[in-house]
């Protein structure tokens, strides 16, 4: 039994040592023992307010998540933050009324006060008619830092969205400067979005994307803003076939969705209605980068994206050379279109970036957490 013991604490150093597995990452849960299920992420971000062109206003600030197993009578969960030196900046119990419950697990969300010094730890207690757990969170952040622009190389003044788990429907992020930079702090973890954006959403661009973005380092992600977006990207290996990356994802071009055209298509003997969002794409309206290297396109295909019987949209899996990839660690993968195209006798311009991150295990297949 000791030695068993003795592998088992050996193998986890080595994982900690080269950092495949983050502290913070866990979440969704990897393991519910030992209240390890307890966590907490402190967003800290300045307040913001931006005024769009639309008219709609965003307005941006900090927030406290907390998330845990769910007792099943009603419960309450209190949360303590503390700076390094001990102070204490934050304390508040909620009510089991006040949480998001999704198949057995809690989240609360709530707006706090911007500090500004990071906060080192936070404890969080749920109390139940089953007893009290406790767990103390020790916070640890990433500077994500970068630049914002447009396909003609001029910089954007904009702001980043942030989405943990879902969409941006918070208001968690940050301004750029006028040059387009920006530079934020976030929990380390896997983020299910980052929504790049200036004031011009919905009237003249669209956003970028940063999809299932891996926070567990610094590291600078540069975006581009245009007319279209890369929507839905995913990115995994060919396993067991050639050295290839499969990038499936599905466009939208503004002036092309205002026409709120459709299509029909036979799908298994059935009719779809396909929504027209954009134009016919080409392999050469695309640059496709593995880690900072532009990988060649072997081929792209078109396929149909069913929402529900009888709709769907038009979508496109692009399959990339990766040879010139570094085939270990984290993999971040950009997609960017560039194309003219006519609508109603007028040129207009399509054009859109996206990212994707996942990690590659020692054979260089695809490992997702």
Wanted: charge should be negative; proline fraction near 4%; include cysteine.
């Amino acid at each position: 039994m000791k030695a068993v013991k003795l592998i088992l604490v050996l193998s986890v150093s080595f994982f900690i040592s080269v950092s495949v597995f983050p502290a913070q990452i866990p979440y969704p849960f990897c393991d519910t023992g030992q209240d390890n299920d307890i966590l907490a992420y402190w967003y800290y971000f300045p307040e913001a307010v931006v005024k769009m062109e639309t008219g709609d206003v965003i307005a941006f600030h900090s927030s406290l998540h907390l998330y845990g197993r769910a007792p099943a009578d009603k419960f309450r969960v209190k949360a303590e933050a503390y700076l390094q030196d001990g102070k204490k900046i934050f304390e508040r119990e909620f009510e089991s009324e006040a949480a998001e419950i999704s198949h057995g697990f809690f989240k609360i969300r709530y707006p706090v006060d911007h500090s500004e010094t990071l906060p080192d730890r936070i404890v969080v207690s749920i109390t139940s008619a089953q007893g009290r757990r406790t767990q103390e969170i020790r916070c640890q952040y990433h500077k994500v830092f970068g630049t914002l622009g447009d396909f003609d190389g001029n910089p954007a003044k904009g702001f980043i969205f942030v989405g943990p788990d879902g969409f941006a429907g918070e208001n968690l992020g940050i301004e750029t400067d006028e040059n387009g930079a920006y530079e934020m702090f976030l929990p380390e973890r896997t983020y299910n979005c980052l929504i790049p954006n200036t004031q011009a959403y919905g009237s003249t661009a669209l956003e970028a994307w940063g999809w299932h973005i891996i926070v567990d380092s610094d590291q600078e992600i540069d975006f581009k803003i245009g007319t279209g977006e890369v929507y839905n990207l995913n990115v995994w290996p060919n396993n067991g076939g050639g050295s290839t990356y499969f990038i499936s994802f599905r466009p939208m071009v503004l002036a092309q969705a205002r026409q709120k055209k459709t299509f029909q298509v036979e799908l298994d003997g059935r009719s779809f209605a396909i929504g027209d969002l954009s134009p016919d794409l080409e392999a050469n309206d695309f640059r496709v980068t593995v880690n900072g290297e532009v990988a060649e396109i072997i081929s792209l295909q078109k396929y149909y994206e069913t929402r529900r019987p009888g709709n769907g949209l038009k979508a496109y899996i692009i399959q990339v050379d990766k040879t010139k990839a570094g085939i270990f660690g984290k993999q971040t993968v950009t997609v960017e279109y560039d194309k003219l195209f006519e609508i109603e006798g007028k040129q207009v311009r399509a054009s859109a970036m996206g990212c994707f991150q996942f990690y590659l295990n020692y054979g260089g297949y695809s490992k997702y957490f």
